[in-house]
């Protein structure tokens, strides 16, 4: 029903519910942690965070891109499975948020973008220690966004690898103990699972490496750089507005380190933070990534394996065909004695036909036996059997 009371036909009513909830597919998350859900278009969007229609084009769900990790203007633009989010140098844009996978990265980034988590963290030190723990936590906004967006997706897929290798390992020795339909197919479906999850873990793991070969692409994601460089023409004699962040893997950076990159300001070429956040993950994707790589191994040593076992049967199945084609051919002499002497034609050695019975069977028989003997030691003399 409408507004007017008038019948509204099932199609608008469905194509009104499938708006809401596209509209409804963003978050906004600002400086503070706070989660508003945004009802608005893809143009107000790509006007929101200045972004061209071919980046957002990467992340819609509808259509299948491969992990990108894009530094524009004033957004970076981030496609890593399931996450797909925009991150300026104030706010953080999330699609989906009520999906399953997506909603810890919500709440993770809900506890670690407000201020006053590294402020609680550095309470807990004494005063001494206080301006040091301040010192090691320090981080820019869009890196510890995005360092919350690298660590879901490392851990996501790391556990991923370890359900894949808690199902594969099992399976794989039970399918070399025993050889059956069920276990084969059972390792066919792991193997192509794994398949599937080793490309995606290796365009995570192309995606940094390609970020870390790059000193421009890693420049272009210092997005708060860049808005202190637009708001003050003598900011690049200043550090950035550097803000807090719990300490976790891309954050631990020296003070020395640090102190460095306080004393070049605001030098466009230093990326040595953003460097040193994008090694750790890049370590531990690619630790993920070997983990696949032992368990491919391990598939294919057992396929080998697999493969000697169904050789070894398949000659063993040719030897007793040799036996036994052997065997056929010394009993067909045997038959061939027993047919002349069957043929009615006049012997003389019918008239004593019981003493002559006796010695051609008995000589028949010894041939064949001596003749299948010659066969067989014949056979492995030149290896076609086994000694």
Known sequence: MGR?????????????????????????????????????????????????????RILDPLLSYPSTILGRERAIVLN???????????????????????????????RRLPLVTAIHHAKDYPVGHMEEAGEEDESPFEFRALEVALEAICSFLAARTTELETAAYPALDELTSKISSRNLDRVRKLKSAMTRLTARVQKVRDELEQLLDDDDDMADLYLSRKLAGASSPLSGSGAPNWCPASPTIGSKISRASRASIATIGGDENDVEEL?????????????????????????????????????????????????????????????LVAGIFGMN??????????????????????????????????ARHKGLVGS
């Open 4 to 56: 007017d009371g008038s019948v509204v036909p099932a199609e608008q009513a469905g194509s009104k519910k499938k708006k809401t909830r596209s509209s409804r597919s963003w978050i906004l998350l600002d400086s503070n942690g706070q989660g508003t859900p945004l009802d608005i278009d893809k143009y107000s969007i790509m006007h929101r965070v200045q972004i061209h229609a071919r980046d957002l």
């Open 80 to 110: 890593l499975e399931h996450i797909k989010a925009i991150i300026t140098a104030e706010e953080v844009l999330l699609r989906d948020p009520l999906d399953e996978n997506v909603i810890p990265v919500v709440e993770e980034l809900q």
């Open 275 to 335: 460097e040193m956040l994008l090694e750790a993950y890049f370590m531990q994707i690619d630790g993920t990534l070997n983990r696949l790589t032992t368990l491919r191994e391990y598939i294919d040593d057992t396929e080998d394996y697999i493969n000697i076992q169904l050789d070894n049967h398949r000659n063993q199945l040719i030897q007793l065909e040799l036996f036994l084609s052997a065997g056929t051919v010394c009993l067909s002499i045997y038959s």
């Open 345 to 378: 034609i006049p012997y003389t050695w019918n008239d004593h036909h019981g003493y002559v019975f006796k010695w051609v069977v008995i000589l028949a028989g010894a041939f064949c036996g001596l003749m299948f003997l010659v066969i067989v030691s014949y």
